[in-house]
């Protein structure tokens, strides 16, 4: 079964230090999408950024990159030089075929606090 | 380009009531679907509807249900309240429903307390 597993709760980090936030997943299906979403206390979910299971390159966009370890089936949220403002809750998610339709499984969450 | 939006933002309602909660994607999605968070249980999905249609469906009951509209606002009813429907409902939409890499855009949710 298509599973994302997230196995910090929560992580503490000094402003302007890199984060990795842990991510891995399970699937049996060969094409995947994988995703990170951050939630402020807003509540709204912020596209962070995508890895694809053929990409042969890590996924970067501005501060995040993404550490793609196919064969650990991990795909771990690096953020660098971090900003009090990262503070939030950070999702994985994966897109498979589930039961014949696409669709989209998260992780339970880590809860990032950056103190100044 | 305006994002997703969800009204309204909190609801408060009593148990066996029904509600109805609103999504307008982004303009020119025509993918959208709808989850719920919980606490306890994380992000669980609803469904997904493109085009007017339910592609997908998660494991609610059938007090849950939705429809999308030609200009792809969707809804959500829920039906006779219970306790444990209390979360935030969020409504996302993408602009390609069969690409992998399209990633969905959420709203800011619509907080519902059941009491």
């Known amino acids: 079964a298509q599973k994302i597993t997230q196995t910090q709760p929560g992580m503490f980090v000094q402003e302007k230090e890199a984060v990795t936030l842990d991510c891995t997943y399970d699937t049996s299906d060969p094409s995947y999408g994988l995703f990170w979403y951050k939630q402020p206390s807003s509540g709204e979910m912020i596209f962070l950024i995508y890895q694809g299971s053929y990409d042969q390159q890590n996924a970067t966009e501005g501060r995040y990159s993404l550490n793609f370890q196919k064969a650990r089936k991990s795909a771990n949220l690096v953020i660098s030089a971090s900003q009090l403002g990262d503070s939030a809750m950070y999702f994985c998610?994966?897109?498979?075929?589930?039961?014949?339709?696409?669709?989209?499984?998260f992780g339970q969450g880590t809860r990032l606090t950056i103190n100044p | 380009k305006a994002g997703v939006t969800q009204t309204p933002r909190y609801l408060i309602k009593t148990r066996g009531q029904q509600v109805t909660l609103s999504c307008s994607p982004i303009?020119?999605?025509?993918?959208v679907s709808w989850y719920q968070q919980t606490p306890g249980q994380g992000l669980q999905f609803l469904f997904e509807?493109?085009?007017?249609?339910?592609?997908n469906k998660g494991n609610f009951p059938g007090r849950f249900s939705g429809r999308q509209f030609s200009n792809s606002r969707s809804e959500m009813n829920v039906s006779t309240l219970e306790l444990g429907d209390s979360a935030l409902y969020l409504c996302?939409?993408?602009?390609?429903?069969?690409?992998?890499?399209?990633?969905?855009?959420f709203g800011n949710g619509t907080r519902l307390t059941v009491t």
């Open positions: 998610a994966m897109r498979a075929i589930i039961q014949g339709a696409q669709k989209l499984v």
């Open positions: 996302a939409s993408r602009g390609e429903a069969s690409s992998y890499n399209s990633p969905l855009h």
């Open positions: 303009s020119g999605h025509r993918s």
């Open positions: 509807y493109f085009s007017e249609t339910q592609r």
